[in-house]
């Protein structure tokens, strides 16, 4: 068996399709059957089952998979230091980041960095969930991911960079908008755009109003907390968002943004497999990021 082979292999089970990684790899499904195949006459079991819709692991499939995961991600990040070691100041540094991450939270600190570090090559990739930044960050894929922090991950540390208050987005026409700030108990029941409902964000937002007794009603759902902006401004409804850095403090413009006060904050920042184990170029982008964004109006830094 080969590194290849186990490298397809890790793929082919965490896509769950043979299709789907001939697409990534620019090969054939054929191709990626006989990784598998070589896989499999070298340990003498059976590792994928095939179904309809594509296929999934068998228990020795799993057990391999976890050993493969693990020994690919030890390698990736060995090369990764060697070439740093080389380099010095060259290499790279891999991120995963949210729809609207880079715009708010790190627009001044890729700036700063590039300046600081101009060797080193910024590869920024968006994942759609904390869960799939999480699997980026457990097979080597990538060296950090920017997350809104929650319970713990089996093999992954979380550090928390800010916290973000909460605001409520209205226009400026809005019978809210005069107000300084407003109880969140006052819009109990009032219909709000919904967050991404399967977000870490929405998930924080649920749980701290349901600590207080609150339910919100919701008639319209986005898919990031930059459009949910954007309808409240229009005026198709009011808007229950974090305070991220970068915002435009509202004045003449068509929104309003009303303090929360009595919303616990949200919690974002850094996920890594390990710190200790960061290249010098990802631990100094990390650092500078936690920089910038406790410099950003209207956040908290986190304890």
Request: aromatic share 4%; glycine share 10%.
């Amino acid at each position: 068996m080969t590194l290849d082979d186990l490298r397809v292999f890790v793929a082919v089970c965490r896509a769950g399709s043979l299709s789907s990684v001939a697409r990534d790899l620019g090969c054939t499904q054929s191709a990626v059957s006989q990784h598998v195949k070589r896989l499999e006459r070298e340990t003498g079991v059976t590792l994928l089952e095939r179904q309809p819709r594509g296929v999934v692991p068998t228990q020795a499939g799993r057990v391999l998979e976890a050993a493969a995961a693990e020994g690919i991600s030890g390698l990736d990040l060995a090369i990764r230091q060697l070439r740093d070691l080389v380099d010095g100041e060259s290499g790279y540094v891999r991120v995963a980041t949210g729809a609207t991450t880079v715009r708010h939270f790190m627009s001044e600190a890729v700036v700063a960095f590039r300046q600081r570090h101009p060797k080193v090559n910024l590869e920024f990739r968006t994942v759609s969930s904390g869960r799939g930044s999480f699997d980026t960050l457990a097979d080597g894929t990538l060296d950090l991911a920017w997350i809104t922090l929650g319970p713990p991950v089996r093999g992954i540390e979380q550090r928390a960079v800010v916290e973000l208050p909460w605001v409520l987005a209205v226009r400026a026409d809005d019978p809210l908008a005069g107000r300084a700030a407003v109880n969140v108990g006052e819009l109990s029941g009032v219909r709000l755009i919904r967050l991404p409902p399967n977000s870490a964000s929405a998930a924080h937002l649920d749980t701290t109003c349901a600590e207080l007794g609150v339910r919100f009603a919701y008639d319209t759902s986005v898919a990031d907390w930059d459009t949910a902006l954007l309808l409240a401004e229009l005026g198709v409804g009011r808007a229950v968002v974090p305070a991220v850095p970068g915002l435009p403090v509202p004045g003449d413009g068509d929104l309003r943004l009303i303090p929360l006060p009595g919303l616990r904050p949200l919690p974002v920042g850094w996920a890594v497999r390990r710190w200790e184990a960061l290249s010098p170029p990802a631990r100094a982008f990390a650092d500078t990021v936690a920089e910038s964004c406790r410099r950003g109006v209207g956040v908290t830094a986190a304890p």
